[in-house]
C-alpha cells in the first residue's frame, strides 16, 4: 500500500498490524501518526501505548507487550522500530514477531506498527505482514514525475491551490527531499498571500536553486570542522538563491541523524554515506549534539520572525557554532 493511501485505508477500518518499511523518515512518521490517532482516539497513553526498540527488546517482553489488555479504551497500540538490528542477531526477535502478527489477526485489542528503514521483502517476518496486516511502501518517491505528485498532494492537504506547472519547478527546484518540500510549500504560501493560488512565478521568486551536492558538501564541511569552506559554501548557497528554511531543514536533518548514532542508533543510507556520518558523530558528545538541534531550533524560530539579524547572518552564525 502507498502512503497516500492509507488515510482511506484507516477510514475502512483498523488493521491488526502495519509494517512501514522504507527509507524516507517523513513517510514513515507521518503514517505512525495517522495510525496512532486512529488506534487511540485521544485516550491516555500512560497505559495504551508502548514503544520498543529493536536493539532492545526480547521475544517474551514483545508478547508480553502485545498481550497487555488496553485500559479504558477499545484498543492499545504498540510500536517497535527496527526489529533487524537488535544487537547479537535479530533472528529470534523476527520469528517471534512473524508469529505474533499471524496472532494478533485474530483479535482486536491491539494494534501493532513496525518501522524498518530497510526490510527484505522475503523474509518471513515480512511476509507475516499479509492481509488483513499490511506493508506500506515508505521509500522516498523516485523521478521528477513522482516528486511532483507529493508536493501536489502536500499543497491540497494543507488546503493550498497550484497553478499549473508550479508542482513541477519546484520538484526540479529542490528534489526527493521531502521535508523541506513541506517547508517550502507552506513558504511559498505566504508569498501567494491567503486565498491565491501558488504559481510557477511564486516558486521561482521563494525557491533557489537548492542543488543536491553543495547542500551535502555544506553537511560534510560541518560536520568535519572545516568551518572557513562552511561559512563560504553557505554564502555561495545563499548568493545563488538558497531559501534558508530548507537550508535549515537540511541541517536539522543532518544533526538529528548524527545525535541518533551518537545514541547507539542507526542511520539508512549507502554504506559510504553511513560511514561517513558515524565518522562525524564522533566528533561530538551527546551534549553538544543537543545543543547543536537547540540552537537549529532556535535558528528556525528566528526565521520565523522571531529573530532582529538577517536570515543571511543568522545562518552564518548557526553554521560557525555548528562546525566549531
Do not use: N, W
Given at each position: 500500500m502507498k502512503p497516500n493511501e492509507l488515510d482511506k485505508d484507516l477510514r475502512a477500518g483498523l488493521r491488526p498490524a502495519y509494517l512501514l518499511a522504507g527509507e524516507e523518515p517523513l513517510l514513515r512518521d507521518d503514517a505512525l501518526a495517522a495510525i496512532r490517532t486512529a488506534v487511540l482516539?485521544?485516550?491516555?497513553?500512560?497505559?495504551n501505548l508502548d514503544r520498543l526498540s529493536g536493539e532492545s527488546v526480547t521475544p517474551a517482553e514483545l508478547e508480553e507487550s502485545l498481550r497487555g489488555l488496553p485500559v479504558m479504551a477499545p484498543r492499545r497500540l504498540v510500536i517497535l522500530s527496527e526489529p533487524e538490528k537488535k544487537r547479537g542477531g535479530g533472528k529470534a526477535l523476527t520469528d517471534a514477531l512473524a508469529a505474533q502478527v499471524k496472532e494478533l489477526c485474530e483479535q482486536q485489542q491491539t494494534v501493532l506498527?513496525?518501522?524498518?528503514?530497510?526490510?527484505?521483502?522475503r523474509a518471513r517476518w515480512v511476509k507475516a505482514f499479509a492481509q488483513p496486516a499490511v506493508v506500506l511502501d515508505c521509500d522516498p518517491p523516485k523521478g521528477g514525475r513522482s516528486v511532483a505528485a507529493f508536493v501536489k498532494r502536500e499543497a491540497a492537504h494543507q488546503g493550498l491551490e497550484l497553478e499549473s506547472g508550479a508542482a513541477e519547478l519546484m520538484a526540479e527546484r529542490i528534489g526527493p527531499q521531502l521535508l523541506m518540500l513541506r517547508q517550502?510549500?507552506?513558504?511559498?504560501?505566504?508569498?501567494?498571500?491567503?486565498?491565491?493560488?501558488?504559481?510557477?512565478?511564486?516558486?521561482?521568486?521563494s525557491a533557489g536553486q537548492l542543488a543536491e551536492q553543495p547542500v551535502w558538501d555544506l553537511t560534510d564541511a560541518i560536520g568535519a570542522g572545516r568551518t572557513a569552506e562552511a561559512v563560504a559554501l553557505l554564502a555561495r548557497m545563499l548568493n545563488a538563491g538558497a531559501a534558508s528554511p530548507a537550508l535549515l531543514g537540511v541541517l536539522a536533518g543532518h544533526f538529528r541523524k548524527l545525535a541518533r548514532l551518537r545514541s547507539g542508533g542507526s542511520v539508512s543510507g549507502p554504506p559510504f554515506v553511513v560511514k561517513k556520518l558515524e565518522s562525524q558523530a564522533r566528533r561530538y558528545t551527546a551534549g553538544r549534539l543537543l545543543a547543536c538541534l537547540q540552537a537549529i531550533h532556535e535558528a528556525d524560530t528566528?526565521?520565523?520572525?522571531?529573530?532582529?539579524?538577517?536570515?543571511?547572518l543568522t545562518l552564518e552564525r548557526l553554521v560557525i557554532g555548528l562546525a566549531g
Open positions: 482516539q485521544g485516550v491516555a497513553e500512560d497505559f506498527v513496525v518501522t524498518a528503514a530497510r526490510v527484505d521483502r517550502e510549500i507552506s513558504k511559498v504560501a505566504l508569498l501567494a498571500g491567503p486565498g491565491e493560488p501558488i504559481s510557477r512565478a511564486h516558486v521561482e521568486a528566528a526565521l520565523k520572525g522571531a529573530g532582529s539579524l538577517p536570515p543571511e
